[in-house]
């Protein structure tokens, strides 16, 4: 390493100043991109997304057994050969049924966490640029979400509504011909996506509408408006990307949140319904063994533990590069 | 003071009625029918069905009803649990004292140890103490509840046999209560050691602080004196919010633990789907944040004189 010819040194400098070249395109982006993949934390956490996602995509091919199927003559194994991380009182390999589990959990933390994100986006726009009594109605109604038991109420909510919606939903499938519709599953993930969403999309909106008054404001608004740019041209054009950015940090941060919510709706028993593998329904059948078979509650405690870790460094890691002012670590 | 408080009352009522509202709507168009639950074999008796259905007052009109139910909540009477067969009142009166005590352990050792933790945070900014406690409090930010209590569980009795399998309530003072409210207090832990954090690393840079130090204040009384005081406005207004979500962990937590609170009471009537159980224990969480909130408000007017007048 230490005897570089001067050619080859010039040719380093060269490439180094090439380098330069290619990194000078700078944008806030870019710049928010280069933090990030420079945070050790944040990319940890990245790579346990990933390896979680592979499970959530693939699990079902690799998992070494079916995860719902019954085996009672090996049942409460704990960890061997052949069942990495033993088997439930039911027989079920824990390690097929923790892998599958992925699916759920990163499915549903996908689709309450845009599903809120998107309503709350709409709401807050509309309340900023409603303005009057549209915008006190819109903003009352968060501040009395705020205010709510809002896990409790998210809870009622899949108690109580589960048959109502069953039924409805059959009477859809039933006009429609769609028959995954009555399907338990999908009235599972219609009911979860649905109260979740309805308990944090409250967020997003005072963001948003925070958001648009402040930038309503600024120079290259008015400079757009001067020259004679629609409404719709000034918010999507000009206030949405400009703010994009705590939107993406709001998104990341509440990834964590809904993995949490989900897998605590399903501890609960009124989340995700067996035999549908989730996590949160796992821990809450082996609870009351964890004296005799504490694996087969750590299990999946921990797969889940760790997915919220993974998105919770990674969410820090998107708001410090995002806003390199953030406190979090500078 | 008076009326300030009284103005913060008065905001939540719209809240209360709203709450109320959804919790009797759900109740009345939920799944299932408690009481043919209720009625157990003989559930296929029309005639007594509907004299039951008469004597829980369920024949009436929907708007009947809910008056009836809010005029009853006003007495503090939440009905009869359709499974424990006594009033949910009594259930509920003898559940929220253990919980407000165990929140109360719960939040204690939130400020002392986040704003403890906080304070190191900020001294050693970026240097590894602050990393540490950084990634610990992700770290137990990120176990949910019903993970962290069996692994607690597993750890004290299995492993090391410090405590027999924790049942029932044992006062606010005994080792049962301090662990499960260690349990309930570690998710809220890191929001409290970064405000500390941000706030004590933002009066540290002040000038009033470097005229102490100047002035030769020493270290100790510079930060209790003078950061301290000036940092803890956010931090009392997020342990306030904390006090008040403590409820939603306290599901697990306390039923885990085997303690006699409000959290359980939800548990067991999620469970049961025992309907009166769940909008009472629903409605006295939303009187719980109502009470946290007020409290933050109280506390911060002392803390900052120019929010009492409502400017």
């Known amino acids: 390493m230490s005897s570089a010819t001067p050619l080859e040194q010039a040719a380093s400098a060269s490439l180094a100043n090439r380098e330069r070249n290619v990194q000078s395109k700078r944008g806030p982006w870019r710049d928010a991109m280069r933090r990030l993949v420079k945070n050790r934390m944040a990319m940890v956490g990245l790579g346990m997304i990933v390896l979680f996602g592979i499970a959530a995509i693939f699990g079902e091919m690799l998992a070494p057994y079916d995860p719902i199927r019954q085996d009672l003559m090996a049942a409460k194994q704990t960890p061997n050969a052949e069942h990495w991380l033993g088997t439930d009182e039911l027989g079920r390999d824990m390690f097929s049924r923790i892998l599958t589990g992925a699916r759920t959990a990163l499915l549903v933390a996908t689709f309450v966490t845009f599903i809120a994100a998107g309503i709350g986006t709409v709401i807050g726009l509309i309340s900023a640029y409603g303005g009057g009594f549209i915008d006190t109605a819109m903003m009352r109604l968060a501040d009395l979400l705020l205010a709510f038991p809002a896990f409790l109420l998210a809870a009622f909510i899949n108690a109580t509504l589960r048959s109502p919606v069953a039924n409805q939903m059959q009477r859809l499938a039933d006009f429609t011909g769609l028959d995954f519709l009555a399907g338990k599953l999908f009235i599972d993930f219609f009911l979860i996506f649905g109260s979740l969403a309805i308990i944090s999309w409250s967020g997003y909106a005072r963001l948003i509408r925070g958001q648009v008054l402040s930038l309503r404001e600024q120079e290259f608004v008015e400079a757009a408006r001067s020259m004679g740019a629609s409404t719709r041209t000034i918010l999507f054009k000009h206030i949405l990307p400009n703010s994009f950015a705590p939107i993406v940090v709001a998104v990341s941060v509440n990834f964590g949140n809904a993995i949490l919510a989900e897998s605590a709706l399903s501890y609960l028993g009124v989340g995700i319904q067996p035999p549908t593998p989730s996590w949160g329904q796992m821990i809450n059948q082996n609870l009351s063994q964890w004296r005799y078979f504490p694996h087969l509650v750590l299990g999946p405690g921990a797969a889940l533990a760790l997915l919220i870790l993974a998105f919770n460094f990674f969410g820090d890691g998107v708001a410090d590069a995002l806003n390199p002012r953030r406190t979090s670590r500078n | ?311």
């Open chain 2, 1 to 311: 003071m008076l009326p300030f408080i009284l103005r913060r009352i008065l905001t939540f009522i719209p809240v209360l009625v709203l709450l109320a509202f959804l919790t009797f709507i759900l109740s009345y168009y939920g799944p299932g029918d408690p009481l043919r639950v209720m009625m157990g074999e003989n559930w296929a008796d029309e005639a007594a069905y509907q004299q039951l259905r008469h004597s829980y007052g369920l024949d009436r009109p929907l708007l009947v009803q809910f008056i009836d139910y809010c005029r009853d909540m006003l007495r503090g009477d939440f009905g009869r649990s359709y499974i424990q067969r006594v009033e949910v009142s009594e259930l509920l009166w003898k559940a929220i004292p253990v919980s407000a005590q165990l929140a109360l352990m719960a939040i204690i050792i939130v400020a002392v140890v986040g704003i403890g933790l906080g304070i190191i945070s900020a001294l050693f900014r970026n240097q590894w103490p602050d990393i540490a406690i950084g990634t610990v409090g992700v770290l137990l930010h990120s176990i949910p509840p019903f993970v962290l209590a069996p692994i607690v569980l597993v750890a004290l009795v299995l492993k090391l046999g410090i405590i027999s399998t924790p049942s029932g309530w044992h006062g606010f003072f005994s080792y049962q209560t301090v662990i499960a409210a260690s349990c309930l207090a570690a998710y809220p832990l890191l929001a409290i050691i970064r405000q500390t954090r941000a706030g004590v690393g933002d009066v540290l840079s002040q000038d009033y602080v470097r005229t102490a130090r100047a002035k030769g204040v020493s270290e100790y009384g510079v930060i209790m004196r003078h950061v301290l005081r000036n940092a803890m406005a956010p931090v009392a207004t997020s342990l306030g919010l904390t006090f008040g979500a403590l409820l939603g962990g306290a599901i697990f937590i306390e039923s885990a633990f085997n303690i006699p609170g409000m959290g359980t009471l939800f548990f067991t009537g999620l469970r049961n789907t025992d309907y009166p159980l769940l909008t009472g224990a629903t409605m006295v969480s939303g009187f719980w944040i109502m009470f946290s909130s007020i409290l933050v408000d109280v506390i911060y007017g002392i803390l900052d004189p120019r929010v009492r007048t409502g400017k």
